[in-house]
């Protein structure tokens, strides 16, 4: 088997949800391919909707403090001092996607919470402590494996831990990958900024959600620019509606809406959004230009239900006083499209909506496979398997 360099990998990104993930999921797939195996690991839990308590864990990476708070609700204070590990949800769906062992699985070092950072704080307390050396140790023990680390959404966050992507990268030498949105020529300032904290330590750049007719064109004139300025570019990823999609059921979390129908397909991903205001036969025409929508109608609106169960609609969510016509849930549950009724008004449901597409997690099998052939597809990673010191494949 080959031997990987003692230096872990970071994957970075200047803001939230660039499709570390995506990346960590192609770029590991890669990895195994060569017959490198991997030890992944998120410091700085951030996703914590599901986080998990590992029992009966090495007490040395039992030092994460939290507050009184949802996630206390969840992870109880005895089970911190019984010497518990916190696993982030990311951590657990990649290594389920990769098929990793649970010993290849990192735990987290602190969580990114509002009570933890508080009390962090008040502390007066920045440097990382004892967990990140016992983290330091792991990485030096895999002398046969590659230690591949996710960090947080921004360059700034988890800095009150001493878990910032610059303090990680200078404290373990490791080498960074930014994964960065690229929208146009202004994407790059942030770019800029990463540099001049990582120096030598940014291995290089992965450009994401371009525009799909914009990548000839940034493969041509961009991708040299940034070359030229010291900023290697692995690869250029055109925008994915798939991967910015959000499931039904996601969304009926946080509308805190009722589902009135086909419960059982709330795992339907909700690429668009439309909103049933006008005429019908101005709807139908919309509908038809659309694809995996969500709609987003009120609830006296039977002809523009209708209209929208006869088009690419994921489901109806109902605005507005009164309930929906029998005929239509019946309608609805022929064609299985859940409907979701929420007491928000229309604005404020829609902004809920534009706020989750584009900004949730990838923990979809679907979404999972497609980002590793995406990766597959627009990746080049062989300067970074040079830098590491790791075979690359003919």
């Not at 290697?232 to 129908?261: D, K, N, Q």
Request: with cysteine; charged share 20%; net charge negative.
């Amino acid at each position: 088997m080959p031997t990987p360099a003692q230096s872990p990998l970071l994957i970075g990104s200047c803001e939230p949800f660039s499709g570390k993930s995506a990346v960590v999921l192609g770029l590991a797939h890669q990895l195994n391919r060569q017959g490198i195996s991997i030890l992944f690991g998120k410091p700085l839990a951030t996703c914590l909707d599901d986080l998990e308590v590992l029992p009966g864990a090495d007490t040395a990476f039992a030092n994460t403090a939290f507050a009184e708070s949802a996630v206390e609700a969840r992870l109880t204070v005895e089970a911190q001092l019984a010497g518990d590990l916190i696993l982030d949800a990311d951590v657990r769906f990649i290594g389920a996607t990769l098929g990793l062992a649970a010993s290849q699985l990192l735990p987290s070092l602190q969580v990114q919470e509002p009570g933890s950072v508080h009390r962090r704080l008040l502390s007066g307390e920045l440097a990382p402590g004892a967990a990140f050396a016992e983290l330091q140790r792991r990485i030096a023990a895999a002398t046969d494996q590659l230690v591949l680390l996710e960090a947080a959404g921004t360059l700034s966050e988890g800095q009150v831990f001493g878990l910032g992507l610059a303090q990680m990268a200078r404290a373990l030498q490791a080498p960074v990958v930014l994964v960065h949105n690229w929208r146009d020529s202004r994407s790059v300032d942030p770019l800029l900024e990463a540099r001049q904290q990582l120096g030598d330590l940014l291995a290089g750049v992965v450009l994401n959600a371009v525009i799909p007719e914009q990548v000839s064109q940034l493969r041509q004139e961009v991708e040299p620019a940034l070359e030229r300025l010291g900023l290697p570019v692995f690869g250029i990823m055109p925008r994915s509606p798939l991967l910015r999609s959000v499931t039904v059921s996601e969304l009926g979390r946080r509308l805190a809406a009722r589902v009135l129908c086909c419960q059982d397909r709330t795992d339907l991903l909700v690429e668009t959004l439309s909103i049933g205001a006008m005429n019908v036969n101005s709807a139908m025409e919309f509908f038809r230009r659309r694809r995996n929508m969500a709609v987003v109608t009120g609830a006296d609106r039977t002809d523009i239900q209708l209209a929208a169960l006869e088009a690419s609609t994921q489901c109806l969510i109902l605005t507005g006083a009164g309930e929906p016509l029998p005929q239509l849930i019946s309608r609805a549950e022929e064609l299985e499209v859940p409907v979701l009724k929420v007491d928000h008004d229309t604005l404020t449901t829609v902004e809920v909506i534009e706020a989750a597409i584009g900004h949730v997690r990838l923990h979809e099998a679907v979404k999972a496979t497609y980002a590793i052939r995406l990766v597959e597809e627009s990746c080049r990673f062989e300067r970074l398997f040079k830098r590491l010191r790791l075979p690359v494949r003919a």
